[in-house]
């Protein structure tokens, strides 16, 4: 597939890999005899919501107009759904239902300067701001150290902005840089197809994952599966060129913004006492001489501003 899924076939897709998911026995139900496929029949299912099998079965195929948010609610508990799966149901359900106007493009914001500052602030901590498809819109300097392979591929836009989803699945590169490049990998695609859900007219979004689809059979694999990541949290190993193997703990957070757009701070750090720490410190020595050695070279912009 070298798009984003309509609506519909998202809510299919999504309905049907999450009732795979789901034994007889750890619903509740009788195993019931052979099955052909794993997981639920859509008649247990529609058992276990409190709806008609005619029902459920016109809704797995993504007709979710007119469906209330209590009868999603029984259907996310009949499938078990995550937290997370559940917001992205509703974010289905919600861009399926007709709108009294034509959706707008999201606009591009640019991102405030406090923000710049905030990052900066940040002296021991690598960290940035993304956007919902995954393109680095901020950085600090550690920041910048910290992913300098990333930086450097052939994979950033032509205004050498990078892109995580990019770099994991296009270039081979990633699979050293990324010590846990499968959970990573998975994550990635994951974070995607739950911003799909919650923006389907992304231009940019359906085109990334357009270029991601037809050149990587592992991004293709990950986003058949349906798997979907709002919150982004936990330790990263890295093995980065400069300082050796990182083992980093990294923290999002929701930045309020206009228009829809999605921000979110990400903060990478190293706990204290540390192998790691210690690499960090040396590796942010590093970004710190670099910095000076480029506001030499370069002429200044407006002081407390940066350039996108």
Known sequence: MNRVDSNREQIRGFLISRRAK????????PAGGRRRVPGLRREEVAV???????????????????????????VARALQLTEEER???????????????????????????PVHWLLDSMTMSAAFVRNGRLDIVAINPLGRALFAPMYDSDTT????????????????????????????????????????????????????????????????????????????????????????????????LDLPTAHRTVRNLTAYTAEPGTVAEDRLKLLASWAATLGRRQDAEAPHTEQGGRPE
Do not use: C, M
């Open 22 to 29: 789901i034994t007889p026995e750890r619903a509740g139900l």
């Open 48 to 74: 276990l919501a409190g709806v008609s099998t005619e029902w459920y079965t016109r809704l797995e195929k993504g007709h979710v107009s007119g469906v209330s948010d209590d009868v999603l609610e029984a």
């Open 87 to 113: 917001i992205h149901l509703f974010d289905l359900a919600r861009a399926a239902r007709p709108a009294r106007r034509a959706p707008s493009r999201r606009k591009e914001v640019e991102v405030p300067r």
């Open 157 to 252: 836009d032509e205004r050498g902005r990078a892109n995580f989803a990019r770099y994991y699945f296009l270039d081979p590169g990633s699979h050293h840089f990324f010590v846990d490049w499968d959970d990573g990998a998975d994550v990635t695609a994951a974070l995607l197809r739950a911003e799909a859900g919650r923006e389907p007219h992304d231009r940019a979004l359906r085109e990334l994952v357009g270029e991601l689809s037809t050149l990587s059979s592992e991004f293709r694999t990950r986003w058949a599966a349906h798997d979907v990541r709002i919150r982004h949290e936990g330790v990263k190993s890295l093995q980065h060129p400069e300082v050796g193997r990182l083992e980093l703990t990294y923290l999002s």
